[in-house]
């Protein structure tokens, strides 16, 4: 079992910067790829960020590449997401996820553990 406590949110104006982190506890946080989704109001969950287990490797959404950068420091079990040039349609809540092992996904069907979620809210 892997707890995920994720932290960062609140409200910006377009063009600032939020920093996401995600705090992982329980199973060896360096066995699983890890990945951030949101949700919008009415809209499904979808893919934001992934990272392989080492680091070494990055994957985004075409919205949030170049602006957004996904990180991970494995002795302190932490992801984080680096969000910079914010826009009004980046407003949702943002999710951590681990994926199956370290498998590095794109989809929703193979996350295996979930965070609660935190707010973020870009004003034009």
């Known amino acids: 079992q892997v707890q995920l406590v994720e932290s960062g949110g609140g409200l910006v104006q377009a063009g600032g910067s939020l920093r996401l982190s995600c705090a992982a506890s329980?199973?060896?946080?360096?066995?699983?790829?890890m990945g951030w989704f949101r949700q919008a109001p009415g809209r499904e969950r979808e893919f934001v960020a992934a990272?392989?287990?080492?680091?070494?490797?990055?994957y985004y959404a075409d919205s949030v590449k170049g602006r957004f950068t996904i990180s991970r420091d494995n002795a302190k079990n932490t992801v984080y997401l680096q969000m910079n040039s914010l826009k009004p349609e980046d407003t949702a809540v943002y999710y951590c996820?681990?994926?199956?092992?370290?498998?590095?996904?794109?989809?929703?069907?193979?996350?295996?553990?979930w965070g609660q979620g935190t707010q973020v809210t870009v004003s034009s």
């Open positions: 996820a681990t994926f199956l092992a370290k498998v590095v996904a794109t989809t929703t069907g193979l996350v295996k553990y």
């Open positions: 329980g199973r060896t946080f360096s066995d699983y790829a």
């Open positions: 990272i392989s287990w080492s680091g070494g490797s990055t």
